[in-house]
Nanobody
Framework: QVQLVESGGGLVQPGGSLRLSCTAA????????VGWYRQAPGNQRELVAR???????NYADSVKGRFTISRNNAKNTVYLQMNSLKPEDTAVYYC??????????????WGQGTLVTVSS
């Protein structure tokens, strides 16, 4: 069974940067599209970035121009570079393989996520 493991979160001041990582223990992302999601307190989980195997990306409007999703297939790892962070970016961040029919839904079991807190 594939277990998603996210890391790299922490406390950062507004305007700061963080780089999140995600690996798939017990499996491989392979040629699947990968995505980063986030869930803020009281909100539903939302897809913020998506990357196909071929390199096409999609971003939520709220993070466009600030976040960059990338992958290292040899290391079976997906990254999310987050720059110019805002307090509203505070959330638990998760990675997953988005469903083709409903990208807001991940096709793998959710990992524990990594908490990002943006605060001065």
């Amino acid at each position: 069974q594939v277990q998603l493991v996210e890391s790299g979160g922490g406390l950062v001041q507004p305007g700061g940067s963080l780089r999140l990582s995600c690996t798939a223990a017990g499996g491989r992302f392979g040629i699947n599209t990968v995505g980063w999601y986030r869930q803020a307190p009281g909100n539903q989980r939302e897809l913020v970035a998506r990357l196909t195997y071929g390199g096409s990306t999609n971003y939520a409007d709220s993070v466009k121009g600030r976040f960059t999703i990338s992958r290292n297939n040899a290391k079976n790892t997906v990254y999310l570079q987050m720059n110019s962070l805002k307090p509203e970016d505070t959330a638990v961040y998760y990675c997953n393989v988005p469903s083709n029919s409903d990208p807001d839904r991940g096709t793998l079991g959710w990992g524990q996520g990594t908490l990002v807190t943006v605060s001065s």
